[in-house]
């Protein structure tokens, strides 16, 4: 009898068979030389390189807050046992406190106190005060302490980050000594002087600064809310990073639906060209004409609809919301085609008429073997292009959808929704922004790091900018 | 005459290349210095150093360029900009490239005159005209309200060379500026600036490859080779006694009449400019190379009015290296049976307008051919751009598919049934070894595509014949697990006829396989299709508008134009008593090493448009011999002695 039950959502086993897809992605580039050298060349770059550590972490959170399952209730019987409607994920389980040391309301970042006035009973005397919050500082004895613990805890914070990120980069040095076959003291001065062919410098450096900000929030959020509460006084910190899985899933499922659309499509309508050219651009000239806000409200709304009326589908919340989700997905897919559906339309039908193509047709090769062996392979760099460049762009469109109310399900964490609830507070004197703030600073970290990754990408890939040959 | 252009000891590097090394030469008023070289030879960054316009990362390193009184690397920006189409004037390769496509073209012309002369409005316009009139426009007044795309290439050209002009330079610099033309337009366009430079009395630096250019136009001549200028002289000595080895050797390398032996090749390649070079730049593929030679660079030698740059000067004697081994081409006596024969093949290509995409016109690409190709013999295809034979090739492979008439083979007539036997029997190599193999696939599978899909051979045995191709074609045995991007044109050219070869074809269909290479790896490429035909029996479709070639690798010649065969025979009866005006034009527009050519009257005009081809014979309106019966009719073939059929009216019996 196990204390758990496993809960797999849609996208959960959908993201899962992405990160297989692209393992196995990784490994077939590996045992491609022509292949590997554009990646070598996104290695070589600083930017690149530290933006795709930034980028790393986010999707750690995210896949450990794609790992569900629900708690067993504590007085079900033993043969017949039963769970807790609430799913919980790996990372819930890792943050533990944030998720469960819920205040009553608004708290400004590191406060000890609430954000409004409230009648307090002391010992009988009722008097109208900022209450103490119920975890936020309650370690401390009087508001006296409270900036002098902050300092000795981000003090204590960065010391820990430093050392252990210290100790990190010293085994990492050892470990690529090792392989490199130098002394290690070699190994470090080569590595100090920059002249490892790639950017460890940088790397070092942002490992430290992502080391240090993890242990300073760790220490901090150990007694206070870091960046707040929210209306109903839970941790604005736990909805943002729960926020950052929603944001993957939109940027990485929706390119799993527009690729095979997207692929397909513009490469049959280069290849082929006639009536076949014909009747994909009409598709997606029609596509492109209806305003896409339109397709997605429409089409969310009658999921929500079909939710609704039948709720006997969807045993807990979650999967409700989940379900949602990937509907959101589904439609942001359908509509997000066309741009490299046409990039890869032109791009084949200037391929279709080069000679290594004549040549391929002369020996009587199969169209489906032009295609994969002659037309794929020599798009494949506009379709990765466009997918690090659209990701970004999805991101912040689930932000904006959710804003307007047709975006994820009202009970998901999504940094469009805290944007969305944060909307009221604004005109509120004093003014709450941290739910606003802390929405934003993530989201631009994540969209920014995979902004700064694709001009690598796009910088190893270009031919036109003289990457390769 | 005085010293117009003076360059000293220039160094240009870019990146950690040094691109041109220490070059020094002097251009005179009324003078034409052709400075020759393979590509890569850095003869383009000299002219771009000189005009001061080095692409990104380049920069003038050391040595001295002076115009006249004027120290060109000393001039501020500023004045550069008016020496620059001033005082000296650049003419570039592909004119579509250097010239505004959204403006008219008399607007660009006014542009370099507003700049250089102040000119504008009426006088501005009146000036272009004459500009248009000195370069051999027919109808200026038109012309100057045509934009570029309206224009045929050698129109494009010569509007290049009257904005050249506008600022009256004293000096024209000509990069590869016939390099993008057939033959016929390029003798009208070399005609227009021999004719422009002796009334003008401008210093012309006329940057090229080709030798025959050379010899035509040419008053001095510099040979670079990685870099380095290697020899100098009048034209008159060079031609006459090359001395560096390297000039010797491309005289030998260029395919000449009457001469069916073997061409020479130099071996190996040019080195590379990023690495520190010891000793004479051209030891490494020298046959007369001494140990000395790899140790110290030589220094310039004089002999005569000549100087070069070799440790041997004027010890070699005459004696040219001669090619290993005789001739071996296997001239067949008896008539072989016909492999392939073409009949009244067309190849039209409809015109598709307004809403509904009705046909509105075709476009007679190929007009009804009709020849022969005995097996195991070549026939080449010769005709100006445009003219439709590589469509006859692609027609003959149903890559285009072809209108009318009927191919056959072994007397078996191709249809869609039998397409994968044509496809066994008949192969094709392309022009652009670049554009022919696919960047993103290794050797070895490039040459196993065909094998795979026509199921040639045992499948495990495969791979044992790319060993045998790769060896056959001459390239090393490791190429097979190597990107087509680790080899040279000429070895890239190699693959690709191993790729033909690989589904052991009897004709192969050459698409100008050596217009995009250097003369020297052209002549490696036609040995080796030489060298294939003896051993494997092939047939050659052999397209190519250049008649040198022709003249080495061919049996019989059909010429082309506009669609349609005019002459058709054996190849020396064609080259050496051609009977069709278009076939005598060019022959006489071809550049000869001896200079003597430009005698005979030129062709004027340009090919017409396939889509509304003239009435009666087409090619009436550029025939000196046109008469009213060529006007209305096309005339019938008329065979001559010896197998030799000629399409004019000038020769039909009537």
């Known amino acids: 009898?196990?204390?758990?039950?496993?809960?797999?959502?849609?996208?959960?086993?959908?993201?899962?068979?992405?990160?297989?897809?692209?393992?196995?992605?990784?490994?077939?580039?590996?045992?491609?030389?022509?292949?590997?050298?554009?990646?070598?060349?996104?290695?070589?770059?600083?930017?690149?390189?530290?933006?795709?550590?930034?980028?790393?972490?986010?999707?750690?959170?995210?896949?450990?807050?794609?790992?569900?399952?629900?708690?067993?209730?504590?007085?079900?019987?033993?043969?017949?046992?039963?769970y807790s409607v609430e799913v919980l994920s790996a990372f819930d389980a890792l943050v533990g406190p944030l998720r469960t040391q819920q205040e009553k309301t608004y708290s400004a970042p590191l406060a000890m106190h609430l954000y409004a006035k409230e009648f307090v009973d002391h010992d009988g005397v009722v008097v109208r005060e900022y209450p103490r919050l119920k975890y936020g500082g309650a370690h401390l004895e009087s508001a006296?302490?409270?900036?002098?613990?902050?300092?000795?805890?981000?003090?204590?914070?960065?010391?820990?980050?430093?050392?252990?990120?210290?100790?990190?980069?010293?085994?990492?040095?050892?470990?690529?000594?090792?392989?490199?076959?130098?002394?290690?003291?070699?190994?470090?001065?080569?590595?100090?002087?920059?002249?490892?062919?790639?950017?460890?410098?940088?790397?070092?450096?942002?490992?430290?600064?992502?080391?240090?900000?993890?242990?300073?929030?760790?220490?901090?959020?150990?007694?206070?809310?870091?960046?707040?509460?929210?209306?109903?006084?839970?941790?604005?910190?736990?909805?943002?990073?729960?926020?950052?899985?929603?944001?993957?899933?939109?940027?990485?499922?929706?390119?799993?639906?527009?690729?095979?659309?997207?692929?397909?499509?513009?490469?049959?309508?280069?290849?082929?060209?006639?009536?076949?050219?014909?009747?994909?651009?009409?598709?997606?000239?029609?596509l492109n004409s209806i305003p896409g806000v339109l397709l997605i409200a429409a089409a969310v709304l009658i999921v929500q609809v079909y939710i609704e009326s039948n709720p006997e589908l969807f045993d807990t919340?979650?999967?409700?919301?989940?379900?949602?989700?990937?509907?959101?997905?589904?439609?942001?897919?359908?509509?997000?085609?066309?741009?490299?559906?046409?990039?890869?339309?032109?791009?084949?039908?200037?391929?279709?008429?080069?000679?290594?193509?004549?040549?391929?047709?002369?020996f009587g090769v199969s169209h489906s073997r032009i295609l994969g062996r002659h037309i794929f392979p020599n798009v494949f760099h506009l379709v990765l292009i466009a997918i690090v460049l659209d990701f970004s762009g999805l991101v912040l469109a689930e932000a904006v959808l959710s804003y307007v109310g047709v975006g994820v399900d009202p009970s998901m964490y999504s940094w469009g929704n805290m944007i969305n609830g944060a909307r009221l507070e604004l005109a509120r004197e004093p003014v709450v922004w941290w739910q606003l703030g802390a929405a934003f600073a993530f989201m631009f970290t994540l969209v920014l790091a995979a902004n700064l990754f694709a001009d690598g990408v796009r910088d190893a890939f270009d031919p036109r900018l003289g990457g390769r040959r | 005459m005085s010293t117009l252009l003076k360059v000293e000891q220039l160094v240009t590097e870019i990146g950690g290349a040094r691109v041109v090394d220490g070059v020094s030469f002097t251009v005179a008023t009324g003078e034409t210095y052709a400075l020759l070289g393979e590509s890569g030879c850095g003869k383009s960054m000299t002219a771009l150093s000189l005009m001061r316009l080095l692409p990104d990362g380049g920069r003038i390193a050391s040595g001295i360029v002076r115009l006249g009184e004027s120290d060109v690397r000393a001039l501020p920006e500023r004045e550069m900009r008016s020496v620059r189409g001033g005082r000296m004037a650049m003419i570039f390769q592909e004119p579509m490239l250097a010239l505004n496509p959204v403006m008219k073209v008399g607007e660009q012309i006014v542009?370099?005159?507003?700049?250089?002369?102040?000119?504008?409005?009426?006088?501005?316009?009146?000036?272009?005209?004459?500009?248009?009139?000195?370069?051999?426009?027919?109808?200026?007044?038109?012309?100057?309200?045509?934009?570029?795309?309206?224009?045929?290439?050698?129109?494009?050209?010569?509007?290049?060379?009257?904005?050249?002009?506008?600022?009256?330079?004293?000096?024209?610099?000509?990069?590869?500026?016939t390099t993008a033309l057939d033959v016929t337009i390029q003798a009208q366009v070399l005609d227009v600036l021999r004719r422009l430079k002796g009334e003008r009395g401008m210093g012309m630096l006329l940057i090229t490859h080709d030798l025959g250019v050379v010899a035509e136009n040419a008053d001095r001549v510099g040979v670079m080779y990685a870099g380095e200028l290697i020899e100098e002289g009048s034209r008159a000595d060079f031609f006459a006694a090359p001395q560096h080895p390297y000039s010797r050797m491309l005289f030998r390398a260029l395919p000449r009449a009457g001469d069916s032996g073997r061409l020479v090749t130099i071996p190996g390649q040019v080195p590379k400019l990023t690495e520190p070079l010891h000793g004479c730049r051209f030891a490494a593929r020298c046959p007369h190379a001494a140990p000395r030679c790899r140790q110290e660079s030589p220094g310039w030698q004089a002999l005569g009015g000549q100087r070069v740059r070799c440790h041997f000067a004027g010890q070699l004697g005459d004696a040219v290296p001669q090619a290993a081994g005789e001739a071996v081409t296997s001239q067949l006596t008896q008539p072989a049976a016909d492999l392939l024969r073409a009949d009244t093949l067309e190849v039209h290509f409809p015109i598709r307008r307004g809403l509904f995409q009705r046909t509105v016109g075709r476009v007679r690409a190929v007009d009804g051919v009709s020849f022969t190709i005995p097996a195991g013999r070549t026939l080449a295809l010769v005709g100006e751009s445009g003219c439709g034979k590589t469509t006859v090739g692609k027609a003959l492979l149903r890559l285009v598919e072809p209108t009318a008439g009927t191919v056959q083979l072994d007397n078996e007539t191709l249809g869609e049934r039998n397409l994968a036997r044509l496809r066994r029997q008949a192969q094709m190599v392309f022009q652009d070894p670049f554009s022919s193999l696919n960047p993103r696939m290794r050797v070895a599978d490039i040459l196993l595509e065909g094998m795979d899909a026509l199921k040639v051979g045992e499948a495990t045995q495969r791979r044992a014949a790319v060993a045998r191709l790769l060896k056959?074609?001459?390239?090393?045995?490791?190429?097979?697990?190597?990107?087509p991007h680790a080899f040279s044109g000429g070895q890239r050219q190699r693959i690709a006829i191993a790729r033909a070869l690989a589904v052991a074809p009897r004709l192969v269909i050459c698409d100008e396989p050596t217009s995009a290479l250097d003369v020297s790896v052209q002549a490696q490429i036609l040995n080796l299709l030489k060298d294939l035909q003896a051993e494997l029996g092939l047939a050659y479709l052999f397209i190519t508008h250049n008649l040198a070639v022709v003249e080495y690798l061919a049996h019989e010649v059909a010429v082309m134009y506009l669609g349609r065969i005019v002459e058709m025979g054996p190849a020396a009866d064609i080259l050496?008593?051609?009977?069709?005006?278009?076939?005598?034009?060019?022959?006489?527009?071809?550049?000869?090493?001896?200079?003597r050519g430009g005698q005979q009257a030129r062709l004027a005009g340009d090919q017409p448009s396939p889509l509304d081809p003239p009435s009666g014979c087409h090619f009436h309106p550029r025939c000196p011999h046109a008469s009213e019966t060529c006007r209305r009719v096309y005339p019938r073939a008329s065979t001559l002695a010896g197998n030799h059929v000629v399409s004019c009216h000038l020769l039909t019996p009537s």
Do not use: N
């Open chain 1, 317 to 362: 919340a979650a999967a409700r919301a989940d379900i949602r989700l990937l509907a959101l997905c589904l439609i942001m897919g359908m509509t997000s085609w066309t741009g490299l559906a046409r990039l890869l339309r032109g791009e084949s039908l200037k391929l279709s008429t080069l000679d290594y193509v004549e040549a391929a047709r002369a």
């Open chain 1, 1 to 82: 009898m196990s204390a758990i039950q496993p809960v797999i959502l849609w996208t959960d086993a959908l993201v899962f068979a992405l990160v297989a897809g692209v393992t196995g992605l990784v490994l077939y580039i590996r045992r491609h030389e022509h292949l590997r050298a554009p990646w070598a060349g996104v290695a070589r770059q600083p930017m690149a390189m530290g933006s795709a550590l930034v980028l790393a972490v986010f999707v750690v959170i995210g896949l450990l807050d794609s790992l569900h399952y629900r708690e067993r209730l504590p007085d079900s019987p033993p043969d017949k046992p039963q």
């Open chain 2, 472 to 483: 056959q074609v001459g390239l090393p045995d490791d190429a097979g697990g190597r990107y």
């Open chain 2, 111 to 177: 542009e370099a005159l507003a700049l250089h002369r102040g000119l504008s409005g009426q006088p501005a316009r009146e000036a272009a005209r004459a500009l248009l009139d000195a370069v051999g426009v027919a109808d200026p007044v038109r012309r100057l309200d045509s934009y570029p795309f309206e224009l045929s290439g050698g129109l494009r050209q010569r509007m290049m060379i009257a904005m050249a002009l506008a600022g009256e330079p004293e000096l024209l610099i000509a990069d590869e500026p």
């Open chain 2, 576 to 595: 050496r008593t051609p009977r069709h005006p278009y076939t005598q034009a060019l022959i006489a527009a071809v550049p000869r090493l001896d200079g």
């Open chain 1, 144 to 286: 006296a302490a409270h900036w002098a613990d902050i300092v000795r805890r981000v003090l204590l914070g960065s010391v820990q980050g430093l050392a252990i990120a210290l100790l990190l980069v010293g085994v990492l040095a050892a470990w690529q000594a090792r392989r490199s076959r130098q002394s290690y003291g070699e190994w470090l001065t080569v590595f100090g002087t920059g002249r490892l062919g790639w950017p460890g410098r940088t790397l070092a450096t942002m490992l430290a600064l992502i080391a240090i900000a993890i242990a300073v929030l760790l220490h901090l959020a150990a007694g206070y809310h870091v960046l707040g509460t929210d209306k109903v006084g839970q941790d604005v910190l736990y909805i943002s990073l729960k926020s950052i899985r929603t944001g993957l899933v939109i940027g990485t499922l929706t390119t799993l639906v527009t690729l095979p659309l997207a692929v397909v499509l513009g490469i049959a309508a280069g290849y082929f060209r006639g009536w076949v050219d014909d009747v994909i651009q009409y598709v997606y000239t029609v």
